[in-house]
């Protein structure tokens, strides 16, 4: 009887340890698992981090050889000053609030503010009571569908800036008159061409515009703006300080004019 009784519990001690072998087994098993997923996340998370480290190390400074720099521009802060006389990278002022304003071909809002202030900013600029410089940057090129139209149309602007910059400013209005919507592939290098030569830009320059001559010029202008705290576009800066629109509302006809003149 004695052996009976005992059976049945050793059978149950020996079912009780084949299940826990298999819970510690099942158990080694998800912890090996987790081990593996952690260690793949931690070589994803490093491998984004040295990605990054690997792209901006090939993002040229300003002043980089390896960075063809638009006749006249700001070497510091990447901006194409215009003068009096509407000269892209002539001489502007000295003693005067400086303006600095952060465009992206491709932003709407851009758009936007040119049509508000453009001829207010011209106005102040040709009386000498401000220095103004330009910053074609890109920032939306992600939003173009795979064409990068910003830096496309950024490198024309430097371009006309460098070679043609009598006519930077009528190039430039021209480009938000004929301005693509946001998200579309934007205009095409033919097409930014003609822009330019209606603009004036002599044919022989216009064809040059998508030689991307000053690509790596507007990669590290546009990474310098971001440095200096441009976190969107339109920005504009006063005496290299981010003017805030709950400090000046730009967007309501005559505001920016009204602050500037004030300054």
Same mark, same amino acid.
């Given at each position: 009887?004695?052996?009976?009784?005992?059976?049945?519990?050793?059978?149950?001690?020996?079912?009780?340890? /084949?299940?826990?072998?298999?819970?510690?087994?099942?158990?080694?098993?998800? @912890?090996?698992?987790?081990?593996?997923?952690?260690?793949?996340?931690?070589?994803? *998370?490093? %491998?984004?981090?040295?990605?990054?480290?690997?792209? !901006?190390?090939?993002?040229?400074?300003?002043?980089?050889?390896?960075?063809?720099?638009?006749?006249?521009?700001?070497?510091?802060?990447?901006?194409?000053?215009?003068?009096?006389?509407? *000269?892209?990278?002539?001489?502007?002022?000295?003693?005067?609030?400086?303006?600095?304003?952060?465009?992206?071909?491709?932003?709407?809002?851009?758009?936007?503010?040119?049509?508000?202030?453009?001829?207010?900013?011209?106005?102040?600029?040709?009386?000498?009571?401000?220095? *103004?410089?330009? +910053?074609?940057?890109?920032?939306?090129? /992600?939003?173009?569908? %795979? @064409?990068?139209?910003?830096?496309?149309?950024?490198?024309?602007?430097?371009?006309?800036?460098?070679? /043609? #910059?009598? +006519?930077?400013?009528?190039?430039?209005?021209?480009?938000?008159?004929?301005?693509?919507?946001?998200?579309?592939?934007?205009?095409?290098?033919?097409?930014?061409?003609?822009?330019?030569?209606?603009?004036?830009?002599?044919?022989?320059?216009? =064809?040059?515009?998508?030689?991307?001559?000053?690509?790596?010029?507007?990669?590290?202008?546009? =990474?310098?703006? !971001?440095?200096?705290?441009?976190?969107? @576009?339109?920005?504009?800066? *006063?005496?290299?300080?981010?003017?805030?629109?709950?400090?000046?509302?730009?967007?309501? #006809?005559? /505001?920016?004019? @009204? +602050?500037?003149? !004030?300054?």
């Amino acid at each position: 009887m004695a052996k009976n009784s005992t059976a049945p519990k050793n059978q149950k001690a020996a079912a009780a340890r /084949a299940q826990a072998q298999k819970s510690v087994k099942a158990q080694e098993r998800r @912890t090996t698992l987790g081990i593996v997923i952690g260690a793949l996340v931690a070589l994803v *998370v490093f %491998g984004g981090i040295v990605f990054y480290i690997v792209q !901006s190390s090939q993002v040229p400074p300003l002043d980089s050889e390896d960075a063809v720099i638009p006749a006249g521009s700001d070497a510091e802060t990447g901006g194409i000053p215009v003068s009096s006389d509407g *000269v892209a990278g002539g001489e502007v002022p000295a003693d005067v609030p400086r303006v600095d304003l952060y465009e992206d071909f491709m932003c709407p809002i851009c758009g936007q503010f040119e049509e508000i202030n453009a001829e207010d900013i011209d106005a102040l600029r040709e009386s000498g009571e401000i220095a *103004v410089y330009y +910053h074609p940057i890109s920032i939306l090129d /992600a939003t173009s569908q %795979g @064409t990068d139209f910003s830096t496309r149309s950024a490198n024309a602007a430097a371009t006309v800036a460098d070679a /043609a #910059p009598e +006519h930077f400013l009528e190039f430039t209005a021209a480009m938000y008159a004929n301005q693509p919507a946001e998200g579309t592939t934007g205009l095409s290098d033919e097409e930014i061409a003609q822009i330019a030569i209606d603009a004036g830009v002599p044919e022989t320059i216009a =064809e040059t515009l998508d030689d991307g001559i000053f690509t790596k010029w507007v990669i590290a202008a546009t =990474e310098r703006a !971001s440095q200096d705290g441009m976190q969107g @576009t339109p920005t504009v800066m *006063v005496n290299r300080e981010i003017l805030e629109q709950a400090e000046v509302p730009y967007f309501q #006809p005559g /505001a920016l004019r @009204t +602050h500037l003149e !004030s300054l």
